[in-house]
């Protein structure tokens, strides 16, 4: 199945959805965005979609609701979790300012994890 995204203002995805392959095979039997778009289009009456890929082969990273399709990287951008998160240009994930540590073995025994403190700028153990 291929997946396209629908996008809407400010490059956000406002849904995401699969279409059979077949469907966007040219005359030669290879893939063609434009064949799904065109397909999409016509179904919907919608025509600003964005082909979306799980194993990230295009666009950086799979699409989802309230992702934003930026033109100029050619990618979908998750929505950022954090202020003091900083936007990777290759991946077009957010990081933390600061690395997340590693969890020691007795701390996964225990269940425990790191959630991220924006106040203090800090992971902090739970």
């Known amino acids: 199945m291929a997946h396209f ?5 400010n490059g956000k995805v406002i849904e995401v959805i699969k279409v059979n392959n077949e469907v ?3 005359a030669n039997g290879n893939e063609s965005e434009v064949n799904g778009v065109d397909f999409l289009t016509k179904l919907t009456g919608w025509s600003i979609w ?5 194993n990230a082969n295009i666009r950086k990273n799979f699409a989802g609701i309230g992702y ?3 033109e100029d ?4 951008i998750p929505k950022k ?6 936007l990777d240009e290759e991946t077009c994930r957010w ?15 225990n269940n425990n994890y790191y959630v991220w403190n924006e106040t203090n700028q800090t ?4």
């Open 68 to 70: 934003t399709y930026d």
């Open 81 to 86: 979790p954090y202020p003091s998160w900083l």
């Open 5 to 9: 995204a629908k996008i809407g203002l």
């Open 95 to 109: 990081e933390a300012p600061i690395i997340k540590p590693e969890l020691t073995q007795e701390q996964i025994n």
């Open 73 to 76: 990287r050619d990618a979908f």
């Open 123 to 126: 992971w902090d153990l739970v």
């Open 24 to 26: 966007i095979l040219d």
């Open 50 to 54: 964005k082909q979306t890929s799980y």
